[in-house]
């Protein structure tokens, strides 16, 4: 497998695992959701928060956009799960699309003091490992709030299809598609 491969379905895993945790959290009363909880950030809203408020930046700039950090002085934190996972699944299908481009391209990320220039495929692992990180916390989280936390980590390997097969349906996904040789 090659490194495009590895990037794109790791961008596919990153939205089966998110669209698994937010509707584990469906059912999530608001209060909740924004209870003070023990982690990085104080609660699951905060954490899922910033993840998608990181995702949105590293996904503008992997797109080019001229206003990535402009965006990312404006964001917003969504006040509910169900406005963070319509948020998140908008982000997750640019990811996906950001993952199929060239990895050795140059990336320019605006920084409050200077211009940060990587190349694609450095930016992708950085923000695939900066989701797991904080996801792992957010999942913790939900530990003490009454929801079972889902499994996140069974979406990588081919030959277990089976266990993520209900939510490649409800996203119109294949398993050649998404497990295609480059």
Known sequence: ???IDTLRIQA???RLINLRLHRAMAMLPDAEFHAPRVGFFPSLAATLN???GVDLYYVACLEGDPGAARSWRAFVPAARVSELAERQAAVDERLIAAAALDPSREVQMPRHDHLQIDRAGCVLMHL???QHHHRGQAHAMLSGSGIAPPQLDEFMMPSESHLRADEMALLGWHEA???RAG
């Open 177 to 179: 598609e998404v497990y």
């Open 128 to 130: 695939y490992m900066h």
């Open 50 to 52: 910033h993840i998608l």
């Open 1 to 3: 497998m090659n490194l």
């Open 12 to 14: 596919h895993a990153n």
